[in-house]
């Protein structure tokens, strides 16, 4: 049985060119800098993906901890940012041996659609364990269920447009329809919550949360949340 953990942990043309992932990764970096309160902060991102950027994050922060399940991503990073002593590689079993109220900032872009809504559960209730009272849960690309395949290609050729890989993201889209992705999304499915379910999750794992006017990708269709853990109530 496929699953996502060994699609994300193989070769994939996600990114329909360097420069579609150059762009990406700059973008996501430069939002994820810019939820920093302030320049002390030690930050997790969960599923970062290849993370080509961290170093602008950790430019601006004490520490960035970069979590992926993918042993290859993981690979790559720490290959990257050997030199970068802000910058740690951690599997998803570093992060939850990681003390209660030690962090900052936790950021997840694009993850939470390739769990199950259990995985999700599980993963609310570490982050907000390690949480420090003041620190802030960024979780975005949260898929609504009404946004499709459609939406995305549009959104993607309006990025492409505006960042110089327009052509290439005509190609990589011809592509993605026949792609192991577009299978595997059909086989398995992705996680989608509408902004009231979400919310719920946040409230039941002890966040407050509220949505943002802005997703931090490219497609506005899809949703950014921003969460804070809220008092314990005696
Ligand atoms: C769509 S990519 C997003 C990467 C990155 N966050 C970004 O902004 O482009 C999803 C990433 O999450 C990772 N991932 C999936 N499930 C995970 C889990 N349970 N814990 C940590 N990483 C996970 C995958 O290996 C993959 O690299």
């Not at 150059?22 to 030690?42: I, K, T």
């Not at 946004?147 to 890989?165: E, K, P, Q, T």
Request: proline fraction near 5%; include cysteine.
């Amino acid at each position: 049985m496929p699953s996502w953990r060994e699609f994300w942990d193989s070769a994939h043309s996600i990114y329909v060119s360097e420069r579609h992932k150059d762009v990406h990764y700059r973008d996501v970096a430069e939002q994820l800098a810019g939820f920093m309160s302030h320049p002390n902060a030690r930050v997790l991102d969960h599923g970062s993906g290849e993370a080509i950027h961290a170093d602008l994050v950790a430019a601006a922060a004490r520490e960035v901890l970069l979590c992926d399940s993918a042993a290859s991503v993981r690979a790559s990073i720490a290959a990257r940012f050997a030199g970068n002593p802000k910058i740690k590689v951690i599997a998803p079993e570093d992060v939850e041996r990681l003390p209660g109220a030690s962090l900052d900032l936790i950021f997840a872009n694009s993850l939470v659609q390739y769990l199950t809504p259990a995985e999700l559960d599980r993963l609310l209730a570490l982050w907000r364990r390690l949480l420090a009272p003041n620190g802030v849960l960024i979780v975005a690309d949260v898929i609504p269920p009404h946004v499709g395949a459609l939406s995305d290609g549009i959104a993607l050729i309006r990025y492409a447009g505006a960042n110089g890989f327009l052509g290439a993201a005509l190609v990589g889209l011809g592509r993605t329809a026949l792609s192991r992705y577009r299978r595997l999304r059909s086989e398995l499915g992705i996680a989608r919550y509408s902004e009231a379910e979400f919310l719920a999750k946040l409230r039941a794992a002890g966040f407050s949360g509220e949505r943002l006017a802005k997703n931090v990708e490219h497609n506005p269709a899809r949703m950014t949340f921003r969460a804070r853990p809220a008092p314990l109530t005696s």
